[in-house]
Every structure is written in C-alpha cells, then in structure tokens.
C-alpha cells in the first residue's frame, strides 16, 4: 500500500451531493411509474382484539379501487421482520410470529386490511368502507403485567407472554465469588427508552409486478438481497423472480434493518395487476414502524477501594411490544456492551424477552449496545462515588488495551482508550472542573464522561459476506459495483475513495452502481457499522485484481515486468523511468478494440469474508447545567474523541459523531415515545409531541478524530456511525449526576423526573 | 371538488395546472411541475422539509393552499441553481459536508437563502435562530450552520 495518499483521508464531496442541494435526488416518495395506484393501510384501533368478520364489498365496489385485501388474502406464511435469522449463527433464535396482514389485532396500528386505488382520497374513502367486526380483548401495555398468571395471552406459543429467556452466551468467571471479592457492590434498576428514529423520509414503498410475473420492489432496504430473500419465502417465489431496487435513503439508523411495507405493497400490487406506492404519513411511521425496545435492566457492579471492576451482572426484562423482531439480538448485543467494555474477570447475563400490546420494536442506532452501555457507565460512576474515586480514574484502571478482547469477543488490533481519556481530560479541564462548586444557587453546573466501544460489522454472529465487482471503461473511468445502500453516511462516497486510491485513479473516475439487486453482486448489506470496513476490503480485493489486468497489458506494451510498474491519477509509468507513460484509458481501450483478437474489459471482482472486527472507541466529555427549581437541563458542551482507525473521509465521519450527539441529546432529555396507559395508543404521535432537538438545542461541540489505523481495516478504517451514540448518552447522563446527584434510571430525563429526583435527595439529607 | 386551471408562476416560469382548492403549494409543486425537491416529512408544518420562498418569504408550503399564491413568486431548490451553476449555499452545503441523507436539505438552503436575504452578515447565533424551525435527524446541525456562515461570507465577497 502506497505511503502518500492521494484520495483516502480527503475531506471530498460526499456521493449525491450534487443531487442532493439541487432536487434532483430521487427518493421514494418522489418516483412515478405509470399507471401507479396509492396504496393505503387500515390498522387496528383496539390493542388486542381478535378480527370476527371483515366486510370488505363497499370498499371494492368503490370507483378507482382496485384491490382491497386482508388477512384471506395474503400467503399463510409466518415471517420475522428481522433479517437476521438468515445469517445468524443460532437462527432458532429469531422467532417468526408475524404474517403480512393480522387475523389478530396485537397493538393499536396493527396492519388489518389495505387498499389500492387511482389516488390518496379514494384509498382513503375506500377504507372507511370496510366493515370490521372485532371482539375486543383485554390489553396489557407493562412487560411486567404481562408476564403474571392471568395476563392477556398475545401469541399463542408464548406462556406468560415470554417469548424467549437466555443468558449471556459468552460469559466468563464467577459473579458470585466476585461480588465477594469486592469492596463495594451497587445494584440499581434503569429503565431505557422507547425512542424513535424519525429518520425524516417517512417510510415509503413501491412495488410492480411485470407481465412474466417478476416483480420489482423499490424500498429504502438496508438489506436488499436478504430483504428480497425473505420476500421471496414470504410469497412462495425464486429469489431470482424478484428485483429490489433501492434509491436515496432519507435516513435509516437501523430502521431499514426489517422489512416494513414491502409485504403489504407486493401483495397490492399483485391483486391490482397494477404499480402500487404505499407511502406513511409521520403519524403512521411513529405508531407502525418500529421504536427501540423498552429494557428494565438491573444491573450489579463490584469493585474494590482501588477501583478494580470484580464482577458485572445484569438481569434484563425486555418488552419488545406485540411482535419479536429483534429481541433476541438487540439484547444479545446489549449484554456485549455491558459485560465486554471493560477488562473483569467474571461477568454475567442474562434476559426475559416479554410481549407487550405496544408497538413492536426494532434496531435503532447502537443496537443494544447503546442501552447496555449506557447502564454500565451510570453504574461506574456511581461505584466511583462510593469509593471516593475519580470516575476517570476508575475508567483508566479497568481499560482495556490492545490484545484484550472487544465486546464481541475477538482479540483487538489497537485500543486508544487510554490516550483518548488522558488527551480528553486534559482539553476539557477534566480535574479543574470536576473539582469546582457545584454553585449553591439553583443552576448547579456538572461535567461527565462515558466511554464506549462498537464494531465494524457483526463477525462472530452473523455470517458477513461481501462481494464488489470494478470494470473499466475506454476513458479510463471505471464503474463500481456495491450493493452498498448509501443511508445518509456516505458509504458509497467512502468504497469510491478507497476504490480510487487503490485503482491509482482520481475520485472523479469511479461511477457507481449500487442498490440494484439485478446488476450488483450479493452483500449481506448495511448493518453493525460494517459497510466501509467489510465491502472496503471487498473494494480493494477486486481493485487489486483489475489494477493486476491493467499492469499485465500495459507491461507487454513497455515490454518491461508489471511489477516495474505503477498508476498514480489515471496515468501508468515505469517505476524506474517515469518517462515510459501511458494513460489507463489508453490501456483500456487498446484491450477492447484491437485487431489481435486479445480482447479482454480489464475488471476485478473481489470478495470479503472477516476474520476480526475492529470496534471503534469513542470516549465523550459532556458539561451540563441543571435548575433544579425548573428541573431542565442544559447541555453546555460536549467533547467528542473518537478512534475509527483511518477516516477515509474526515468530514463524514464528524458527520456521524455530530449527529449522534444530536440523537443522544434527544435520546436523553427531549424525545418522549408516549402510550396511553388505558388505550395503548401513540400520544406522542408528531413532531410537536415527539420532539427532536432543533438548532437552538444543540450545545457548544468540538470532535477530535483520534486515527489510530488499524491493520485489518481498508487503509486502516473501522465502522463508526453505528456506534456513535454509545459513549455520548451515558455521559450526559453522569454530567447530570454529577450537578445535583440524580442517577438518571428513567429515560427521558424529563424536567419532571429530575425534579422529582432533587427534592427526593433534598429529603434524604435533611 | 370543482377543478380549475390556475396559473403558476414557480421559478420564474409560469405553470398552468389544474387544481381543486383543497390542494397545497406542496402537492401542488410535487405532482403536476414534478419539482420533487419540496419534501413532505410532516406534513402538518413542524419540520421545515417543505420549506419554499413566496415572494421571498420562506413558507412552509405543506400548510399553505395553492390557491392562495396564484399571483405570486414561488421560488423552490430547483430554481436555485442556473444551469450547473450552483448557489453558494448549495456549494457550501456540499464544501462543509452539511448534507447527510439529504431529505431536509431543499427546505434547510430555502431557509437559509431566505435568512440570508435579510441578514448577510449573521452571527453563529442567528444562524440557529434562523434555521429554528428546520428539523435535520442526521447532522446534529453542526455542519449545517458551518456551510450558511461560510456562504455568507462567500455572497458578501460577491459570489452570488
């Protein structure tokens, strides 16, 4: 690998920017096809109740309606949103409890009936025409309710509701013999939120099915090829019948992670012979797609008067609302996070996923990680309190360093932990400010810090196979093939750097073809953060292979060794007489038109399967001031360290850490994702009730990228964005702690919590 | 509802469609002109994704009836731009990476551009103010009030 880089570690335009200031970028909403019909969803309005009749003969004799269809009308096969049991290593794991249309309503915007028809008015006059008979059941809306004798049953295979309970799969020592071995143990219960992701796009889908019968799904899929394979089991079809396509993403953050519309839509258009486009409004994507899951979470830390970590235990009861999606490996990830951050000897875990008549969750950014992460941290720096330690003090002891095992298990090539807390410290004033009065007034000032690590893809748990093909054209352009779907983080724009540093070509040389399962090679797709480490090594894999064809046939022409050669800005040169030059357009298309009947288009494919898996370490510094007569919370500044090994493009990588303090800051204080507690119904339904920080909310940022390359990674990269949030909501969290001594064990931290918060601690000292 | 065929004027040129009084200015723009850069993302007028500038003013056009801007200048992301030449907000969103997937962005240059008109020297401080009421979930609005400082600049020393 070249020493000077000429493209990687630029601050370059991101893919689609030009689209994207000008309008012209195509998203869902913004596709026409001809003859399309607007598709629309009934969903139930009770939390639990079984469908007795369907009437559906007005809506159908209704003008412009062509298709109405229900739970009669769809395949009798059972389906996980998820797409992970395709690839995870315990599929039995990821139970299939969901069919395209309910014949039970199990929470309030559970899909009952759809439509089709020539516009938005007669879709929705359609439905107002079918005639529902429902027997409404009782409903339980708390995991706990749910689970004592007596509780409504939600699925039939579930007693008690639990779906599943399971320990930690990878856990390590004795917790008892360490609690033992402790000097302090603090056991506290938190309780996580149902937050939202609110990606601005709101979930859209198009689906046609053409004469011969194949049909073509355009959907903002993070996982079109095992998207397309689960629709494909869904509706009894061949893979190779169904073409996914997906264009700009206005957003995804793990959203796009299970499959959504698409069923409902394929199974319109098939019954209308006709385009279908079903398109939610916020409403709809608030109640309908899916939020995180709700953990109730006691955890155990044990350490001893010098801040060793002894033990960690934690004991999760996880409500994953009316459908499993993602329960069991969202919470497989959040034991990773809590027990694998720091070195310990014995940890374990272990969690109870329960059914609820609350909208069912998904993957939202962090994956668990964020929650478990976040509960270890809160617990740290309480710990730290007890022994009259300095919480980074304690964090810096049990660090762990190169060599150790990430959360996932896998032994790291680098960590930077420790001159990420050091460096960090040292810029925001670290000792000075944690050591000043808290002031006696009613604004009191405090500073945290969280830590975290993520990863670069999901190796060991999920089968992770990427594959890239790159050909050349007459110009010495060349076409990249990714099926890389580009959700806003710049992947695309990141595979074309590392694909131009690798070619010898300039940014602008590379075109790409991505998200068209038709014309692109299979890839697991977007998730874990895996996309710029996992398909960058597939990237240069298949440039190595073309940039070998382009050498050989330049090397005959020079009649030198291809090895003497080298390409630098699209122009081929001897190493030893740059003088000897050709351009690489040349190259190209003498191997394309010659009359010596040596025809080769010089191309690579190259593929990549992961050994290791490199997390990013991300450590955050948070100021914050609280009133505690208002019980509002400013947040001042927050300091953002982060390690992605090499940032192939610094400006996006900042992107994703500036955002997540953004989402964090939501996350934490303003984003509340509120049931009624009678009806079981979305209160906080729209932007004015579910509230997302605005500019005016944002505090002072300053990111620091802390590049430490890794071996393993394309030119040293790791993931990033996934992650991102991890470290930032536990640290302001402990920046709140820290001002009036409130552990936060209730997310949101609203006004109210805190002041609830205050004057109980007021009570308690006097 | 009784149709009619109103005229438009919509980035300086004048559109003739059908419309019932019901339609907003942005479905209006969305579907007959096709100029698909004004997004829908709320569409109850709390994001700013639909952001247009009527006579100037930055409207949320999700909220407002077509009807009522029949005699009056629309101007939306498309019309930004002259040929390839972009607007130096439009090139310092692309500069300072203020872009990420892209969908508050039409309404987030609007905003701005409109800011920008009646303020060309702002402080960081009424940047945000400014752009208050424009929703982004993916940036965390850093690089975004980066990219319309730097614009300023640029439309100060003459780049517009």
């Known amino acids: 690998?070249?020493?000077?880089?000429?493209?990687?570690?630029?601050?370059?335009p991101r893919w689609g920017a030009y689209e994207k200031v000008t309008g012209a970028a195509k998203y869902l909403a913004d596709i026409k096809l001809p003859g399309m019909l607007v598709g629309k969803i009934l969903f139930s309005p009770h939390a639990h109740a079984k469908i007795l009749r369907i009437?559906?003969?007005?809506?159908?004799?209704?003008?412009?309606?062509?298709?109405?269809?229900?739970?009669?009308?769809?395949?009798k096969n059972l389906y996980n949103p998820n797409k992970l049991d395709l690839i995870l290593v315990h599929p039995e794991l990821e139970f299939k409890d969901m069919y395209v249309l309910s014949e039970k309503a199990r929470f309030v915007g559970d899909r009952i009936a759809a439509v089709a028809a020539v516009d938005a008015a007669t879709a929705q006059e359609a439905l107002e025409l079918i005639k529902v008979k429902y027997e409404v059941l009782s409903a339980v809306f708390d995991p706990i309710e749910a689970m004592k004798p007596g509780a409504p049953k939600?699925?039939?295979?579930?007693?008690?509701?639990?779906?599943?309970?399971?320990?930690?799969?990878?856990?390590?020592?004795?917790?008892?013999?360490?609690?033992?071995?402790?000097?302090?143990?603090?056991?506290?219960?938190?309780?996580?939120?149902?937050?939202?992701?609110?990606?601005?796009?709101?979930?859209?889908c198009i689906a046609s099915f053409a004469a011969d019968g194949r049909l073509t799904v355009w959907s903002p899929s993070q996982h079109p090829f095992l998207h397309r394979r689960k629709l494909a089991e869904i509706f009894g079809m061949p893979e190779g019948m169904i073409k996914w396509i997906t264009p700009h993403v206005g957003g995804a953050f793990g959203k796009y992670g299970s499959l959504s519309l698409e069923p409902v839509c394929a199974a319109l258009a098939k019954k209308a012979g006709r385009?279908?486009?079903?398109?939610?409004?916020?409403?709809?994507?608030?109640?309908?797609?899916?939020?995180?899951?709700?953990?109730?979470?006691?955890?155990?830390?044990?350490?001893?008067?010098?801040?060793?970590?002894?033990?960690?235990?934690?004991?999760?009861?996880?409500?994953?609302?009316?459908?499993?999606?993602?329960?069991?490996?969202?919470?497989?990830?959040?034991?990773?996070?809590?027990?694998?951050?720091?070195?310990?000897?014995?940890?374990?875990?272990?969690?109870?996923?329960?059914?609820?008549?609350?909208?069912?969750?998904?993957?939202?950014?962090?994956?668990?990680?964020?929650?478990g992460t976040c509960v270890l941290e809160q617990l740290v720096d309480v710990a730290a309190r007890k022994i009259g330690m300095d919480p980074l003090e304690m964090r810096l002891k049990n660090a762990k360093k190169a060599g150790d095992p990430s959360s996932t298990g896998i032994p790291m090539e680098t960590c930077t932990f420790e001159e990420m807390i050091k460096l960090g410290a040292e810029k925001i004033g670290w000792k000075e400010k944690r050591g000043?009065?808290?002031?006696?007034?009613?604004?009191?000032?405090?500073?945290?810090?969280?830590?975290?690590?993520?990863?670069?893809?999901?190796?060991?748990?999920?089968?992770?196979?990427?594959?890239?093909?790159?050909?050349?054209?007459?110009?010495?352009?060349?076409?990249?093939?990714?099926?890389?779907?580009?959700?806003?983080q710049n992947v695309i724009g990141a595979l074309i750097q590392i694909a131009a540093e690798s070619l010898g070509l300039r940014y602008e040389d590379i075109h790409v073809v991505s998200g068209d399962t038709d014309s692109t090679l299979y890839d697991i797709g977007q998730h874990a953060s895996g996309g710029c480490y996992q398909i960058g090594n597939a990237v240069?894999?298949?440039?190595?292979?073309?940039?070998?064809?382009?050498?050989?046939?330049?090397?005959?022409?020079?009649?030198?060794?291809?090895?003497?050669?080298?390409?630098?800005?699209?122009?081929?040169?001897?190493?030893?007489?740059?003088?000897?030059?050709?351009?690489?357009?040349?190259?190209?298309?003498?191997?394309?038109?010659?009359?010596?009947?040596?025809?080769?288009?010089?191309?690579?494919?190259?593929?990549?399967?992961?050994?290791?898996?490199?997390?990013?370490?991300?450590v955050v510094f948070t100021e914050v001031e609280v009133d505690t007569e208002t019980g509002e919370v400013k947040v001042?500044?927050?300091?953002?360290?982060?390690?992605?090994?090499?940032?192939?493009?610094?400006?996006?990588?900042?992107?994703?850490?500036?955002?997540?303090?953004?989402?964090?800051?939501?996350?934490?204080?303003?984003?509340?994702?509120?049931?009624?507690?009678?009806?079981?119904?979305?209160?906080?339904?729209?932007?004015?009730?579910?509230?997302?920080?605005?500019?005016?909310?944002?505090?002072?940022?300053?990111?620091?990228?802390?590049?430490?390359?890794?071996?393993?990674?394309?030119?040293?990269?790791?993931?990033?964005?996934?992650?991102?949030?991890?470290?930032?909501t536990p640290s302001i969290a402990n920046a709140i702690y820290d001002a009036v001594g409130v552990l936060i064990t209730d997310m949101p931290a609203t006004p109210e919590k805190i002041l609830e918060g205050v004057k109980k601690r007021g009570e308690r000292k006097r | 509802m009784k149709k009619e065929i109103a005229k438009f004027k919509i980035n300086g040129r004048i559109h003739e469609v059908i419309i019932t009084p019901n339609v907003t200015l942005s479905e209006l723009l969305r579907d007959q002109p096709d100029l698909t850069g004004t997004k829908h993302a709320c569409e109850v007028g709390q994001c700013g994704s639909c952001t247009v500038l009527v006579d100037g003013?930055?409207?949320?056009?999700?909220?407002?009836?077509?009807?009522?801007?029949?005699?009056?200048?629309?101007?939306?992301?498309?019309?930004?731009?002259?040929?390839?030449?972009?607007?130096?907000?439009?090139?310092?969103?692309?500069?300072?990476?203020?872009?990420?997937?892209?969908?508050?962005?039409?309404?987030?240059?609007?905003?701005?551009?409109?800011?920008?008109?009646?303020?060309?020297?702002?402080?960081?401080?009424?940047?945000?103010?400014?752009?208050?009421?424009n929703l982004c979930r993916c940036t965390g609005y850093v690089k975004i009030i980066d990219a319309v400082t730097a614009a300023a600049e640029a439309m100060r020393k003459g780049g517009k």
């Not at chain 1, 003969?57 to 395949?75: N, R």
């Not at chain 1, 790159?470 to 990249?480: M, Q, R, V």
């Not at chain 2, 409207?59 to 200048?73: G, P, Y």
Request: charge should be negative; include cysteine; charged fraction near 20%.
């Open chain 2, 57 to 133: 003013k930055p409207t949320l056009s999700c909220s407002t009836l077509a009807i009522s801007v029949r005699d009056k200048e629309v101007l939306t992301v498309e019309g930004l731009s002259r040929g390839t030449q972009l607007h130096p907000l439009q090139q310092a969103f692309i500069d300072h990476g203020a872009i990420q997937c892209g969908f508050c962005t039409p309404g987030m240059i609007l905003m701005a551009k409109a800011l920008l008109d009646e303020n060309p020297n702002p402080t960081r401080q009424e940047v945000k103010e400014g752009l208050g009421g």
């Open chain 1, 55 to 75: 009437d559906k003969s007005k809506a159908e004799k209704l003008p412009g309606v062509e298709a109405v269809i229900t739970w009669e009308d769809v395949p």
């Open chain 1, 154 to 204: 939600i699925h039939d295979y579930a007693e008690n509701n639990v779906s599943v309970h399971f320990g930690f799969p990878v856990a390590w020592g004795d917790v008892e013999k360490g609690f033992q071995e402790a000097d302090v143990v603090v056991e506290e219960t938190f309780l996580s939120a149902r937050n939202h992701i609110c990606q601005l796009e709101p979930c859209t």
């Open chain 1, 275 to 371: 385009p279908v486009k079903l398109e939610f409004t916020r409403e709809e994507d608030l109640f309908a797609t899916e939020p995180r899951q709700k953990y109730i979470t006691t955890g155990k830390i044990g350490v001893k008067k010098d801040g060793t970590i002894t033990a960690l235990q934690e004991k999760m009861i996880v409500d994953g609302g009316a459908y499993y999606t993602h329960n069991f490996s969202t919470t497989a990830v959040n034991m990773g996070g809590f027990t694998g951050l720091y070195r310990c000897a014995n940890v374990a875990a272990e969690a109870t996923c329960v059914y609820s008549n609350v909208p069912p969750t998904g993957g939202v950014r962090g994956y668990g990680n964020h929650e």
């Open chain 1, 1 to 12: 690998m070249s020493e000077t880089l000429s493209v990687v570690g630029k601050r370059l």
């Open chain 1, 636 to 728: 001042l500044k927050i300091l953002y360290l982060a390690d992605p090994g090499k940032a192939i493009n610094p400006s996006t990588v900042e992107g994703q850490l500036e955002g997540a303090i953004g989402q964090s800051l939501g996350y934490v204080l303003t984003e509340n994702y509120t049931i009624n507690k009678e009806t079981g119904a979305l209160e906080s339904n729209n932007f004015d009730t579910y509230k997302l920080p605005m500019t005016l909310d944002m505090p002072e940022t300053e990111v620091i990228l802390y590049e430490k390359p890794v071996p393993s990674g394309p030119f040293g990269a790791k993931g990033i964005a996934q992650g991102a949030m991890v470290a930032v």
């Open chain 1, 436 to 488: 000043q009065e808290k002031g006696s007034g009613t604004k009191r000032y405090g500073i945290g810090v969280g830590i975290a690590m993520d990863v670069s893809g999901a190796q060991p748990f999920n089968i992770q196979h990427r594959n890239a093909f790159i050909k050349f054209n007459e110009d010495g352009s060349a076409n990249l093939m990714v099926n890389a779907p580009d959700l806003g």
């Open chain 1, 540 to 618: 240069i894999n298949a440039a190595e292979e073309a940039k070998r064809q382009l050498l050989e046939r330049a090397a005959k022409k020079f009649e030198v060794s291809p090895n003497d050669l080298n390409v630098e800005g699209g122009r081929i040169f001897a190493k030893a007489d740059p003088k000897k030059e050709i351009s690489v357009g040349a190259v190209v298309k003498e191997a394309m038109y010659n009359f010596k009947g040596e025809h080769l288009n010089i191309s690579g494919k190259g593929s990549f399967s992961p050994n290791l898996n490199p997390p990013p370490f991300s």
